[in-house]
């Protein structure tokens, strides 16, 4: 099932435009609202995130079917500065932008699967899936 759409992330209403394309294809894969809303959370949080530290990147959402369960994949990727201190980025609490601090350990609680690949000064690479449960 492989179908994968992205938002270029450069604005605010960029942001926006992710959020919505991922309540989009999670209800198209039948996500409850719960989960529509724990998606959207995610995504505004990685898109949020490559606005504020990297100023471009993409957001791509991907459906995905495996072992008879879907699932939705979400890259948040970007050609940034890279995460200096990544235990400190995924310590609760930690925020840099004056936010609540719900960031990446936020996605991490929010979705099933959560990998970050970081290299300073080259960029940085987020997936994240959430199952069809």
């Given at each position: 099932m492989d179908y994968r759409s992205s938002v270029e992330i450069y604005t605010e209403w960029d942001i926006v435009a992710a959020r919505q394309l991922g309540r989009n294809e999670a209800r198209k894969i039948g996500f409850g609202t719960v989960d529509q809303a724990r998606i959207t959370t995610a995504i505004s949080e990685l898109a949020r995130n490559?606005?504020?530290y990297a100023g471009k990147g993409k957001i791509e959402i991907e459906r995905?079917?495996?072992?008879?369960?879907?699932?939705i994949l979400i890259i948040a990727s970007d050609q940034g500065p890279g995460i200096a201190d990544m235990r400190k980025?995924?310590?609760d609490g930690f925020t840099t932008?004056?936010?609540l601090g719900a960031g990446m350990p936020g996605v991490r609680r929010l979705m099933d699967e959560f990998n970050?690949?970081?290299?300073?000064?080259?960029g940085t690479t987020i997936t994240a899936v959430k199952w069809l449960r």
């Open positions: 490559i606005y504020l995905l079917y495996e072992n008879g369960v879907f699932g980025v995924m310590s932008s004056g936010g970050v690949e970081s290299e300073l000064n080259v």
